[in-house]
């Protein structure tokens, strides 16, 4: 999932299924958290008390997907940097499969940086 600022969100995936039920995922997320904050009781678990329930998990032997999020906040100097003008064109400019598949693997490119 790729959050764009002042644009919204893209979600990635191996198929349209796939990404389609990312952003779900990602906006049934966003909904709770602006729900939390709403009601002044958001934070983030102390890694003591993450790694106390993920713990329990495995003695309990819970099966599932696991996914973790980093919640230090990102400093905007760390984002990728994009060169915005290659994607510059009017309405009536086609952009062809080739070039489409460069600007991916840039954009792929500069976030495995």
């Given at each position: 999932m790729i959050l764009l600022e002042n644009h919204g969100a893209l979600t990635l995936g191996p198929d349209l299924l796939t990404a389609y039920h990312r952003m779900e995922t990602l906006e049934h997320t966003a909904n709770i958290v602006s729900k939390a904050i709403q009601l002044g009781n958001l934070g983030v678990l102390p890694e003591e008390e993450r790694d106390r329930l993920m713990a329990l998990r495995d003695k309990f032997n819970l099966q599932g997907k696991i996914t973790t999020c980093d919640a230090t906040p990102m400093s905007s100097e760390s984002y990728p940097k994009i060169n915005t003008?290659?994607?510059?064109?009017?309405?009536?400019?086609?952009?062809?499969?080739?070039?489409?598949?460069?600007?991916?693997?840039?954009?792929?490119?500069?976030?495995?940086?």
């Open positions: 003008e290659q994607l510059s064109f009017n309405s009536s400019t086609k952009i062809s499969d080739e070039q489409i598949k460069k600007i991916t693997e840039d954009v792929i490119a500069k976030f495995r940086k």
